[in-house]
Nanobody, 115 residues
Framework: QVQLVESGGGLVQPGGSLRLSCAAS?????MGWYRQAPGKQRELVAA???????NYIDSVKGRVTISRDNAKNTVYLQMNSLQPEDTAVYYC????????????WGQGTQVIVSS
């Protein structure tokens, strides 16, 4: 089974930027970035298909970009204009054609947006 390792999180001030990385131990197909804020359910933030089609939740549109480097088996999440409500643990995972998660969750990477 493909293992996923997220990195790139940290503490950033409101308005700042971070780039998260998700390294996969094998080939990637449909991928998604998810986040779970304290006391909330995990939610999909952005997704990318094997053909590089992307979609985003409304709250991050225009601020976040998902991309992939197939040669490196890595998916990225560039986040700009970060706000306190973006504070969460961010995870990546593999999705099937119906959007369901089919991989094993990694440990995620913590993003804290605070002044």
């Amino acid at each position: 089974q493909v293992q996923l390792v997220e990195s790139g999180g940290g503490l950033v001030q409101p308005g700042g930027s971070l780039r998260l990385s998700c390294a996969a131990s094998g080939s990637m197909y449909r991928m998604g970035w998810y986040r779970q804020a304290p006391g909330k359910q995990r939610e999909l933030v952005a997704a990318i298909s094997s053909g590089d089609n992307t979609n985003y939740i409304d709250s991050v549109k225009g601020r976040v970009t998902i991309s992939r480097d197939n040669a490196k088996n890595t998916v990225y999440l560039q986040m700009n204009s970060l706000q306190p409500e973006d504070t969460a643990v961010y995870y990546c995972n593999i999705r099937n054609a119906f959007g369901a998660v089919i991989g094993t969750w990694g440990q995620g990477t913590q993003v804290i947006v605070s002044s």
